[in-house]
């Protein structure tokens, strides 16, 4: 899949902000859906917990009529901050996902193919040496 944001933080930046821009880009995406229903699944799920492993925060949550999901990518090597992670993981990765309620395997799908490019050590060394929100949406 390919994400509707793409950013590049050549800084340590919060999550929190991170999160704002990646969210306001898919409210404005040109897909219909409730985005305040969206926002409080969304923030319920971070709640929860949303770091992966491998540096990834995944926030995600599935979003009743959605028609098709939607992804915001972010790669931050100097890290995201004010989040929780495991065992001082530096967490540099962010993917928010929206996908359809109706449609668990496209919320699966999603999530394998961001694992799968994780955990693939040639893509995450391009996705960290990164240098501009262009050079990351190259890498989809």
């Not at 100097?78 to 996908?99: H, K």
């Not at 309620?101 to 040496?129: F, N, Y």
Request: neutral net charge; glycine residues 6%; charged residues 15%.
């Amino acid at each position: 899949m390919v994400p509707v944001y793409f950013k590049h933080y050549p800084s340590s930046e919060t999550f929190n902000r991170a999160l704002g821009y990646a969210y306001d880009a898919l409210v404005h995406a040109g897909v219909a859906f409730d985005a305040n229903a969206a926002w409080k699944a969304l923030t319920e799920r971070i709640s929860q917990g949303i770091y992966m492993g491998e540096g990834l925060l995944l926030p995600h949550t599935r979003i009743a009529g959605l028609k098709t999901p939607l992804m915001a990518f972010a790669v931050c090597p100097a890290g995201f901050s004010g989040i929780a992670v495991r065992n001082n993981d530096l967490a540099q990765f962010l993917c928010v996902l929206l996908s359809p309620a109706e449609s668990a395997t496209a919320h699966t799908q999603v999530i394998a193919s961001m694992a799968k490019l994780l955990l693939d050590p040639e893509w995450k060394k391009k996705a960290l040496a990164a240098d501009s929100d262009e050079a990351v949406k190259l890498l989809f």
